[in-house]
């Protein structure tokens, strides 16, 4: 029997295109051309190949326009990310394409990248590399690049979900009180002493620090406002690893800008791969590339888990086993 046609969007990691390649007629981008940011451009290509699946990663727009020119052929788009904010998932329905995604696998290495900034953020390690990188660095000094420690303070967790939780657990283990924000309460064995809040107010004005977890989207979009921003406390510290959008960057400039917020920490960015201007001259942010789940053992295990989802439905017939539409 022929092998079922894939169209893989980016380039993947080694042993994945191998397997991909193996499994399916796969039509890699092993260079990386940036055909993948344009959807009609994916759709296009799926319809010259026939494909019966589209590997498309983060951030690919396959948005209503895409899924409406994609052909028959294709029976399911598989995304390498846990986040599908990406994927219009109603113009998916509508045209019975299932969607899948790849959770689980990156939760720590996304609470890793997570701590990383909030390390760099309380300890001005981005400063002090600058520093020393340009050669500006004059020797020890009793008062110099002082930060804050996160011993005894309290860390804010927006989205108590998998990836808040193992943030929850690092925390822990440096004498931080942990505080969440979720929709709900959740049981205690989940929140492990975690302290819930039932207003953003609330939350806000209770923390010291706040990592922000929620998936973009509408229902997140600019969450973190200059009203918001104010209803924290001074000398606050501020990271966001889940999207971009729900920060409305140029309050969140003004209140690092003005002392209000002491530092941030960034790996997502709305309207990626741009960074909203205001941050790139401020030395109290922290900025990394969207490096959330860029580890090799995570992205080994994203790749499987994106072929067991096209391998259930275009060589076994069954249900995809991270389906979200
Ligand atoms: C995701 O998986 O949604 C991340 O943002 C990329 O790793």
Not at 279 to 291: I, K, Q
Request: a neutral charge; one cysteine or more; glycine letters at 10%.
């Amino acid at each position: 029997m022929s092998k079922p046609v894939l169209l893989v969007t980016r380039k993947l990691p080694v042993e994945i295109e191998a397997r991909a390649v193996r499994d399916y007629d796969a039509r890699l981008n092993p260079r990386d051309e940036p055909w993948f940011r344009d959807g009609l451009e994916i759709a296009r290509r799926a319809t010259e190949a026939k494909a019966a699946g589209v590997l498309i990663a983060a951030g690919d727009p396959m948005n209503a326009a895409a899924f409406a020119a994609l052909p028959d052929s294709v029976k399911i788009v598989t995304t390498f990310s846990v986040g599908y904010d990406h994927v219009d998932v109603e113009a998916a329905r509508a045209k019975n394409i299932i969607v899948t995604n790849t959770p689980e696998v990156l939760s720590f290495a996304t609470a890793e990248c997570a701590f990383t900034l909030l390390l760099m953020a309380a300890r001005r390690a981005g400063e002090g590399e600058r520093m020393v990188r340009a050669n500006k660095w004059e020797g020890w000094a009793p008062t110099q690049l002082m930060g804050v420690t996160l011993e005894g303070k309290k860390l804010g967790i927006l989205g108590f979900g998998r990836i808040g939780q193992k943030l929850a657990a690092m925390a822990r283990g440096f004498g931080m009180q942990i505080h969440y924000r979720d929709l709900r309460k959740l049981p205690p064995e989940v929140e492990q002493g975690a302290i819930f809040h039932e207003t953003d107010e609330k939350f806000l004005a209770s923390i010291d620090m706040l990592s922000m977890h929620v998936p973009g989207g509408d229902g997140t979009r600019k969450w973190l406002d200059a009203t918001r921003l104010a209803q924290m406390k001074p000398g606050s510290i501020v990271i966001n690893t889940g999207r971009g959008g729900s920060v409305d960057d140029q309050a969140l400039v003004a209140a690092l800008t003005s002392g209000h917020i002491r530092a941030a920490g960034l790996d997502v960015y709305d309207g990626e791969p741009k960074v909203f201007p205001g941050y790139l001259g401020l030395e109290n942010v922290a900025l990394l590339p969207h490096l959330g789940s860029a580890t090799i053992e995570t992205r080994d295990a994203m790749g499987e888990r994106a072929l067991q989802n096209l391998d259930c439905v275009l060589r076994f017939d069954l249900p995809p086993p991270h389906r979200v539409a």
